[in-house]
């Protein structure tokens, strides 16, 4: 067998796994959701869930699955989706394993700016939906320049583990002054901010479906054009400049990518940290380094897993729920610090 067929049975043997991948997480997901559907504290058959989704249930029943819990479901994989993708640039961007937007303090910052925004209403109901993402992403933007400053070194570029430690420290300020902040908060707002620091998914209408859907409906297909421009970035600076890459410019598109996707999650789910840092790791792990695979893939890893996080939240304590943020960080934060001590070694 010759070098070029053998490149080629290899690569044939890759796409295969990838696609067994991408099919086992799909069922996975589905699965998932049809057991969503029926996780809250009235339940529902399997044969009146059914009917419902083709029109035939009653009117408390559409109420139940198309009014309240079909929209906070496609939420929480499409958030999943965004900030999984999120995290992998960053990653792949920095070299660093560590980066992921909740820790480097992106969606702090887009936090902090739905924040700002909010408290200009009586209640929350009364912002406007689609200007939050928007919103998000000029607070998420003010925190990504601020720490990609403080990180640059001029000769030498970012360094990976500033950019993560000033990211950490940059996050952490965010959250002070957040909850410095709260003390002009009527109460109604106040609850909305003690929830988005949990990171429920607070915004379960399909008003917040349709302001988030065409974020990620128009960045993700444009990331994953940037594929091979991430492969080649992670070869290192030296390599990427011999392979006629424009470092700083391919880095920055990238980041602004990054951090458009994270904002525009976080403006309707709140501060769910870690699915960015999973989601890439195990996708590393099934189907390889090249970011054409990582990309779809840790979308789909990433959708599950906010997925079962939420339906476990609601399940785990009913009638009351465990905000979707917690069950990821329970998992997530061991994982942090592996990841930390390996990093070190």
Not at 153 to 177: C, M, Q, Y
Not at 326 to 333: F, H, K, L, R
Request: glycine share 10%.
């Amino acid at each position: 067998m010759t070098n070029k067929q053998w490149k080629t049975t290899s690569q044939l043997k890759k796409e295969r796994q990838v696609k067994l991948t991408a099919l086992l997480l799909f069922i996975l997901i589905s699965v998932c959701f049809f057991i969503s559907l029926n996780t809250g504290h009235i339940r529902l058959s399997p044969q009146e869930k059914l009917i419902t989704l083709f029109g035939q249930g009653t009117e408390q029943q559409s109420l139940i699955l198309f009014d309240f819990r079909l929209p906070r479901m496609v939420i929480a994989i499409l958030v999943g989706m965004g900030l999984a993708v999120s995290g992998a640039v960053l990653q792949g961007i920095v070299r660093n394993p560590l980066a992921e937007p909740g820790i480097i303090g992106i969606n702090a910052g887009a936090g902090l700016a739905v924040m700002l925004f909010i408290s200009f209403f009586a209640t929350v109901s009364d912002a406007p939906v689609f200007v939050m993402p928007i919103i998000a992403f000029i607070g998420a933007g003010g925190a990504a320049l601020i720490i990609y400053i403080l990180s640059y070194k001029r000769h030498e570029g970012i360094s990976p583990i500033r950019l993560v430690l000033t990211g950490i420290a940059i996050a952490a300020g965010i959250d002070a002054l957040m909850i410095v902040l709260t003390l002009r908060l009527d109460p109604d707002n106040y609850q909305f901010l003690a929830t988005w620091i949990a990171g429920s998914i607070w915004g379960s209408n399909w008003k917040f479906v349709l302001a988030l859907l065409p974020w990620l409906l128009v960045f993700l297909p444009f990331i994953y054009s940037k594929s091979s421009v991430l492969n080649i970035l992670t070869l290192g600076d030296e390599t990427a400049i011999g392979l006629g890459a424009h470092m700083e410019k391919e880095r920055r598109i990238l980041l602004i990518l990054a951090v458009i996707v994270a904002a525009a999650c976080v403006s309707v789910s709140g501060g769910i940290g870690f699915v960015g840092l999973i989601a890439p790791h195990l996708t590393r792990r099934l189907v390889g380094d090249k970011h054409e695979y990582i990309i779809p893939i840790s979308a789909m890893v990433g959708g599950l897993l906010l997925l079962v996080a939420d339906t476990l939240g609601r399940w785990m304590m009913q009638p009351s729920e465990i905000p979707a943020g917690i069950i990821v960080a329970v998992i997530g934060a061991p994982y942090f610090l592996y990841l930390l001590a390996k990093t070190k070694d």
